[in-house]
């Protein structure tokens, strides 16, 4: 069975998490669930956060970036390399190496401005007039092909893009892989941002939706109150009370106007808008903000939930959640307490994933189904026009033929 890795840094952005999976077809071509095998994380190097940081808030420069583009592949290859190394795998044993790359910007569609263009315009009017989705993913494939020498798949937003699509989230293909043969079942990611599914075998049902924040906005509070990355196992938000009022004026964002399918950034959720509410809400006590900001993301997944996957009235008995979030106990009590009654809220290890790589596993599957042209986009679930194949294919130095020839008739 032939093996793959997946790569993920995410909306978070605490880390690089590789997977080694297993994966292969069925004998009509469809592509079978993955079978996990291992999985680590690297730190980002503090130098390279740095920059990465300042390319969020749009202060690094094209110079910089460009270099950065680069630098940030060298950190997803030297990821995967040190996967292989563990497993003593050369990059010619690997089917494909399936990464996103770093989003480091991210503009979601205007569904009504893409619906007003006109045949015979222009096609680059689709983006300077007519509100066509785009985005920016760095971690440059030539060099972790080269540093690997396998065969690379990323940056799978822009065909969806293209499409009419929200390129965000892309876990649908993945849930669609695995729960096709089971019933209809929910899957929600906690990463930086929230996002929830509806897997079914029917594709024309399926859902896919970024509910609002994740963890964003608990991080950033953490690293300005007390220093720290992240609120471990939801520790300060249990101590905390949730302030009524707090919570009312988040759940006023813009964002929650947005119909789906809708995908959010760090732009919506990120240092500016966090920073204005810690400073109107400074009186209050540092665990009461994270028990607010808790109580904000699980209230945000929870009204998804019950506005747009109820009303399918497909029978979801079930939510499965994956991410770094799952890991907050404070915030997982939160959201099961608020799932409407007969839905049980279950971590992504009872289906053999573990909770931290589904997001790196997802994008192997893809890159896994892409290498075959195979349409990996849920177009009912993500708004795109029609079904496309995700992903630009790197090939590795080892695939380059005639060489020797070449050598020769230069001599």
């Not at 494909?96 to 989003?103: E, F, K, L, N």
Request: hydrophobic share 40%; glycine share 8%.
């Amino acid at each position: 069975m032939p093996y793959a890795i997946g790569l993920n840094s995410g909306s978070s952005f605490d880390g690089v998490d590789a997977v080694l999976i297993e994966i292969n077809q069925a004998e009509d071509g469809s592509v079978l669930p993955p079978k996990y095998i291992d999985g680590l994380s690297i730190d980002w190097p503090e130098e390279i956060q740095k920059q990465v940081l300042a390319a969020f808030d749009d202060t690094l420069g094209i110079f910089k970036l460009t270099r950065l583009n680069y630098i940030c592949g060298a950190v997803f290859a030297q990821a995967a390399m040190e996967l292989m190394a563990k497993h003593n795998l050369k990059g010619e044993d690997l089917d494909v190496i399936g990464y996103d790359g770093q989003t480091i910007y991210q503009e979601p569609p205007e569904h009504e401005q893409m619906a007003k263009y006109p045949e015979g315009e222009p096609f680059y009017k689709m983006w300077t007039e007519y509100g066509y989705p785009c985005g920016l993913q760095i971690g440059e494939p030539g060099v972790v092909a080269v540093l690997t020498d396998a065969p690379v798949v990323t940056q799978f937003r822009s065909v969806d893009h293209a499409l009419q699509g929200t390129g965000a989230p892309l876990m649908q293909y993945f849930d669609y892989v695995m729960f096709r043969h089971t019933e209809p079942t929910a899957t929600l990611n906690i990463g930086g941002i929230s996002n929830c599914h509806v897997a079914c075998a029917d594709r024309s049902r399926m859902k896919a939706f970024d509910c609002g924040p994740g963890n964003v906005m608990i991080d950033a509070a953490m690293r300005k109150f007390y220093g720290k990355g992240y609120d471990k196992d939801g520790e300060v938000a249990a101590k905390g009370t949730i302030n009524q009022t707090m919570l009312d004026e988040l759940l006023q964002h813009p964002f929650f106007k947005r119909d789906i399918p809708r995908c959010a950034w760090r732009l919506d959720f990120g240092a500016e808008y966090t920073e204005s509410m810690l400073e109107k809400y400074s009186n209050l006590s540092h665990e009461d903000i994270l028990a607010t900001l808790t109580a904000f993301t699980a209230e945000a997944i929870t009204r998804a939930f019950k506005q747009f996957i109820v009303p399918t009235g497909l029978p979801v008995k079930r939510l499965i959640a994956s991410g770094g979030g799952v890991r907050n106990k404070t915030m997982m009590k939160m959201i099961a307490e608020r799932l409407p009654e007969g839905v049980k809220l279950e971590s992504s290890d009872v289906i053999g994933v573990p909770p931290q790589y589904k997001e790196a596993i997802k994008f192997a599957t893809i890159a896994f189904s892409t290498k075959r042209s195979i349409g990996d986009n849920i177009p009912d679930a993500c708004g795109a026009k029609k079904f496309g194949i995700l992903g630009k294919l790197v090939l590795p130095p080892h695939q380059a033929k005639l060489t020797q020839k070449q050598n020769k008739l230069v001599d």
